[in-house]
């Protein structure tokens, strides 16, 4: 075991402290914020309610006492940081609950850029492919509809954090600690990082931190053992369609968005998946060749973790509205884009960091054309209306509700809201309450 972890000590590399005074992360951290907020999609959820947020957190947050609450699984495992957003939500008067919902969402993802920004030092040797790596946590696009804005998709950018916390050799002690265990207690998903925290725990000294990962996880694989999950399908999984979707949902969609592959895939088929491919192709071969152990390893990591979440997400949750000819053809489920193009571009960012001695020109030509392609997704992205939110905004669904409580017609007031068909039920005197 000695010999086994002086072998692999190699590979995860001392970090390396760059010094940045407070304002910088400070002023990353607000950046990071009002990025969420003031996009068109971003406001649109500071009167909007999604999904779960409503009808699940929110709903339980006000009638459950609060350790009932965070220890009730729900779709078979725990959703502890959405719980606790919905606690913090549920202290405010319900007027509020959609702009609490949108801080809730925005605040941990900002803290999760910071973390990929400091995590990366010991890797990434280029400050500005740092800057940048950390800002795709809040600016790719396929993170800026579906999970923008709200605490029920929140895990897959948790799950990103996790990854660098674990790879990162000197976090700070605690924050590290309480982040473990939080996004493990998130999402199931941290089981496949169990991996990580093995080889932290055989290369470092520090044995707190697997420890604490270890523990959340048999809790949370405890609670999964014997909670219900009703599956969204029976359909049988096609892996033709599963290969189709993950190269669109992944490469493709990590530069475009996902409502852009909708336009571009019926138009020309195969070739924008050919095109990213290459894209990807190069930086990672310049990581292989020309980078360090650890950075090559990271490489292999971020890529080989980025192919088995996607598709381990797809078959999982497999149903036929998956299927890339379907209408919209990503535009389903895009939630379970984040996390694998955030890994992949985490690979490719470090065969960005290459200084080959040949090729030279290559390297720096693709760095430009990626650049170039992923402002351009953001852009593009920013300008689509596609992930506003246009239905019953939450100032109408309370006015609604306590209008049919002051009426005394019924005993609940019944609380619309996002998307189509999701609504929760309060009794009057919790509507009221202010």
């Known amino acids: 075991m000695v010999v086994l972890a002086e072998r692999l000590r190699g590979i995860v590399p001392e970090h390396r402290p760059v010094r940045r005074p407070w304002t910088f992360y400070l002023a990353g951290f607000v950046a990071a914020v009002a990025f969420q907020l003031v996009t068109?999609?971003?406001?649109?959820?500071?009167?909007?309610?999604?999904?779960?947020?409503?009808?699940?957190?929110?709903?339980?947050?006000?009638?459950?006492?609060?350790?009932?609450?965070?220890?009730?699984?729900?779709?078979?495992?725990?959703?502890?940081?959405?719980?606790?957003?919905?606690?913090?939500?549920?202290?405010?008067?319900?007027?509020?609950?959609?702009?609490?919902?949108?801080?809730?969402?925005?605040?941990?993802?900002?803290?999760?850029?910071?973390i990929t920004f400091a995590a990366s030092a010991g890797y990434l040797r280029s400050t500005a492919l740092r800057v940048g790596l950390a800002a795709?946590?809040?600016?790719?696009?396929?993170?800026?509809?579906?999970?923008?804005?709200?605490?029920?998709?929140?895990?897959?950018?948790?799950?990103?954090?996790?990854?660098w916390v674990l790879l990162w050799r000197d976090a700070p002690r605690v924050p590290a600690l309480l982040f473990v265990a939080l996004a493990t207690l998130s999402s199931p998903l941290a089981f496949l990082l169990a991996p990580l925290a093995l080889l932290r725990y055989l290369t470092h000294r520090d044995r707190v931190l697997p420890a604490t990962f270890a523990l959340a996880a048999a809790v949370q694989?405890?609670?999964?053992?014997?909670?219900?999950?009703?599956?969204?399908?029976?359909?049988?999984?096609?892996?033709?369609?599963?290969?189709?979707?993950?190269?669109?949902?992944?490469?493709?969609?990590?530069?475009?968005?996902?409502?852009?592959?909708?336009?571009l895939y019926p138009r020309f088929g195969n070739a924008p998946t050919a095109i990213a491919?290459?894209?990807?192709?190069?930086?990672?071969?310049?990581?292989?060749?020309w980078r360090d152990r650890p950075a090559r390893f990271l490489t292999v990591t971020a890529a080989a973790y980025s192919a088995v979440?996607?598709?381990?997400?797809?078959?999982?949750?497999?149903?036929?509205?998956?299927?890339?000819?379907?209408?919209?053809?990503?535009?389903?489920?895009?939630?379970?884009?984040?996390?694998?193009?955030?890994?992949?571009?985490?690979?490719?960012?470090?065969?960005?960091?290459?200084?080959?001695?040949?090729?030279r020109r290559l390297v720096i030509t693709?760095?430009?054309?990626?650049?170039?392609?992923?402002?351009?997704?953001?852009?593009?992205?920013?300008?689509?209306?596609?992930?506003?939110?246009?239905?019953?905004?939450?100032?109408?669904?309370?006015t609604a509700a306590e209008a049919q409580c002051s009426a005394g017609t019924r005993p609940v007031g019944r609380f619309v809201h996002e998307p189509t068909g999701w609504f929760f039920e309060l009794p009057c005197e919790l509507v009221t309450r202010g």
Request: one cysteine or more; charged letters at 10%; a negative charge.
């Open 40 to 114: 068109p999609a971003g406001r649109s959820h500071l009167d909007h309610v999604w999904a779960e947020d409503g009808a699940r957190f929110l709903l339980d947050g006000v009638k459950e006492p609060f350790l009932t609450n965070l220890i009730t699984p729900y779709g078979g495992y725990l959703h502890v940081v959405p719980r606790l957003s919905a606690e913090l939500v549920s202290l405010l008067p319900l007027t509020w609950a959609a702009v609490g919902f949108a801080l809730a969402a925005a605040v941990p993802r900002a803290l999760v850029a910071l």
């Open 221 to 263: 694989g405890t609670v999964m053992v014997f909670a219900e999950r009703t599956p969204y399908s029976h359909d049988p999984v096609d892996p033709v369609q599963v290969l189709l979707a993950t190269l669109l949902r992944v490469p493709v969609a990590g530069f475009t968005g996902s409502e852009q592959v909708a336009d």
């Open 366 to 398: 693709t760095r430009a054309v990626i650049a170039l392609t992923l402002l351009a997704g953001v852009v593009q992205h920013t300008r689509d209306q596609s992930g506003v939110l246009t239905g019953t905004s939450w100032t109408d669904s309370v």
């Open 136 to 163: 795709l946590v809040v600016v790719l696009p396929v993170g800026n509809s579906e999970p923008l804005g709200n605490v029920t998709n929140l895990h897959w950018f948790l799950l990103y954090g996790l990854f």
């Open 309 to 359: 979440t996607i598709t381990s997400s797809l078959v999982a949750n497999w149903t036929v509205a998956l299927q890339v000819q379907q209408p919209g053809v990503v535009t389903t489920s895009q939630r379970y884009s984040v996390l694998p193009c955030l890994l992949l571009f985490t690979a490719v960012a470090v065969g960005l960091d290459a200084t080959p001695t040949r090729g």
């Open 277 to 289: 491919l290459v894209l990807i192709a190069v930086p990672v071969t310049a990581a292989l060749v």
